[in-house]
């Protein structure tokens, strides 16, 4: 064999030896350690399809004959509490039936007004499917898990995200025996940024509690990083769950040479929630949510240079300086 066909070889055996880890590990962080429940054998089915879409829309479908089925019903069960979903129908041109339901998910300490779609609470919830024949019996059947799908290496979205609507994680795992399982956890608290306001006198921040009440004495807070500089406080503007509040520009600004970056907070008492962008499915933050300098001009006169940003972990952060001391950026000579 020539030099130039057995380094070939060596790499496609690399390749696939790395490819055989990638799946490895894809598989065992989405098996948790449990077992789905009973020893004794049951009737299971496996699904074309399981998953929740953008942080919390269920999608189920799955194949069964087409002559055992009057109505369906998927099943979520943990510990004593069930929650039952109606499956829709849908023929087949090879005679079979199948059972689909797109559904909002719901956290129990945080359902949204209005809005159906089952409600759960935190733990594991075993997924199984009861189905009425057209005499009346039902017939019930664990679900598998749903076949591994794996997404390309540069997918631009995360397998799972938190539920945009309330924080809450909603995510599709199998259990030690191959069975499907939700696993349902409540929103962390933390301080979402929505967006911001750059206006040539003022950067407005806005954003909204998650997963926790503002109090009368929740303020907002700049705090730098490194040096003697203190932390700066403001008071937002509430409504609701939602807050707004103008960047304290002329007290973060910096001495000339010199351009700190500032961390971002909501603080009530001694709790402190860093301002941050987490209900996404995003993956590379920072190429996505991609923020240029501003040039603002203080009431006082003085003009500073700005640049707030979303770093890779999702913290929302501000560099400041004087702009007269501030080196030009491309971005300003455009």
């Given at each position: 064999m020539s030099?130039?066909?057995r380094?070939a070889?060596?790499?496609?055996r690399r390749?696939?030896?790395a490819?055989?880890r990638?799946?490895r590990?894809?598989?065992q962080?989405?098996?948790v350690?449990?077992f789905s429940g009973?020893i004794r054998?049951?009737?299971w089915?496996?699904p074309l399809?399981?998953s ?6 269920l999608?189920?479908a799955v194949?069964v004959p087409?002559?055992s ?6 099943v979520l069960e943990?510990g004593?509490?069930?929650?039952q979903?109606?499956?829709?129908p849908?023929?087949r041109?090879?005679?079979?039936v199948?059972?689909t339901?797109?559904?909002?998910l719901?956290?129990?300490?945080h359902?949204e ?6 409600v759960l609470g935190d ?8 189905v009425?024949?057209p ?13 591994a799908?794996?997404g390309?290496?540069?997918d631009?979205t995360l ?5 945009p609507?309330?924080?809450a994680t909603?995510?599709v795992?199998r259990?030690l025996d191959?069975f ?6 409540g929103?962390?608290?933390h301080?979402e ?6 206006l040539?006198?003022?950067v407005?921040?806005?954003g909204?509690?998650?997963?926790a009440?503002?109090?009368a ?8 990083r ?6 700066v406080?403001?008071r937002?503007d509430?409504?609701g769950?939602?807050f707004?509040?103008d960047l304290p ?5 910096a001495?000339p040479g010199?351009a700190?970056?500032?961390d971002l907070?909501?603080?009530?008492g001694?709790?402190?929630l860093k ?6 499915d995003v993956r590379?933050?920072r ?8 040039i603002?001009a203080?009431?006082?006169g003085?003009?500073?240079r ?8 999702g913290?929302?952060?501000v ?5 007269l001391?501030?080196a030009r950026?491309?971005e300003?000579l455009?």
């Amino acid at each position: 064999m020539s030099r130039p066909l057995r380094h070939a070889v060596g790499a496609a055996r690399r390749v696939h030896r790395a490819a055989v880890r990638l799946r490895r590990r894809t598989r065992q962080s989405h098996t948790v350690p449990a077992f789905s429940g009973g020893i004794r054998p049951r009737p299971w089915l496996r699904p074309l399809h399981l998953s929740v879409a953008g942080g919390r829309t269920l999608n189920f479908a799955v194949a069964v004959p087409g002559d055992s089925v009057s109505t369906a019903h998927l099943v979520l069960e943990c510990g004593a509490d069930r929650v039952q979903t109606p499956l829709e129908p849908e023929p087949r041109t090879d005679g079979t039936v199948l059972l689909t339901v797109t559904a909002p998910l719901r956290h129990a300490d945080h359902p949204e007004s209005g809005a159906r779609g089952p409600v759960l609470g935190d733990g594991l919830w075993r997924a199984a499917l009861i189905v009425t024949d057209p005499a009346g019996r039902s017939r019930r059947t664990e679900v598998r898990a749903a076949a591994a799908v794996q997404g390309p290496p540069d997918d631009p979205t995360l397998d799972h995200c938190p539920s945009p609507a309330d924080g809450a994680t909603f995510r599709v795992v199998r259990s030690l025996d191959d069975f499907a399982l939700l696993k349902v956890r409540g929103p962390r608290p933390h301080a979402e940024l929505v967006s911001l306001d750059t206006l040539w006198d003022r950067v407005t921040v806005h954003g909204r509690l998650v997963g926790a009440t503002p109090t009368a004495d929740t303020t907002a807070q700049a705090v730098p990083r490194g040096g003697p500089r203190h932390p700066v406080t403001v008071r937002p503007d509430w409504q609701g769950d939602r807050f707004a509040f103008d960047l304290p520009l002329a007290a973060m600004r910096a001495a000339p040479g010199h351009a700190p970056t500032w961390d971002l907070y909501l603080r009530a008492g001694r709790t402190r929630l860093k301002i941050a962008r987490k209900l996404t499915d995003v993956r590379h933050l920072r190429r996505v949510h991609r923020s240029a300098f501003r040039i603002v001009a203080l009431a006082d006169g003085s003009v500073v240079r700005v640049h707030p940003r979303v770093t890779a972990a999702g913290a929302f952060v501000v560099d400041c300086a004087d702009h007269l001391s501030a080196a030009r950026s491309p971005e300003e000579l455009q």
